[in-house]
């Protein structure tokens, strides 16, 4: 089964910048390489939402209340995704997790909590 671990979360004050990894473990690099991936969040008392995705062929898309702030990545060799988060807000406070996209419903990860408050 596929293991996708978020990390790279945290507290941080309006305006800042947090850099999130989610690796896939359990998978080889030609399983992982021609996926695509997506960022997603939930924030409390919303349904997850998708915030990012790449192609194998690193084509980014991204939802337009992200759009100059973020930007994901990729690292086949490493079997990871990033997305770095600039300029946040506190409407960005949420859990994040990546996964392929379309999402895949039984390989959700624990998710990494990102925070915007002063």
């Known amino acids: 089964q596929l293991r996708l671990v978020e990390s790279g979360g945290g507290l941080v004050q309006p305006g800042g910048s947090l850099r999130l990894s989610c690796v896939a473990s359990?998978?080889?690099?030609?399983?992982?390489?021609?996926?695509?991936w997506g960022w997603y969040r939930q924030a409390p008392g919303k349904e997850r939402e998708l915030v990012a995705t790449i192609t194998s062929g690193g084509v980014t898309n991204y939802g337009d209340f992200v759009k100059g702030r973020f930007t994901i990545s990729r690292n086949n060799s490493r079997k990871t995704v990033y997305l770095q988060m600039n300029t946040l807000k506190p409407e960005d406070t949420a859990v994040y997790y990546c996964?392929?996209?379309?999402?895949?419903?039984?390989?959700w990860g624990q998710g990494t909590q990102v925070t915007v408050s002063s």
């Open positions: 359990r998978m080889i690099f030609s399983t992982f390489a021609p996926i695509q």
């Open positions: 996964n392929q996209n379309p999402a895949q419903d039984d390989s």
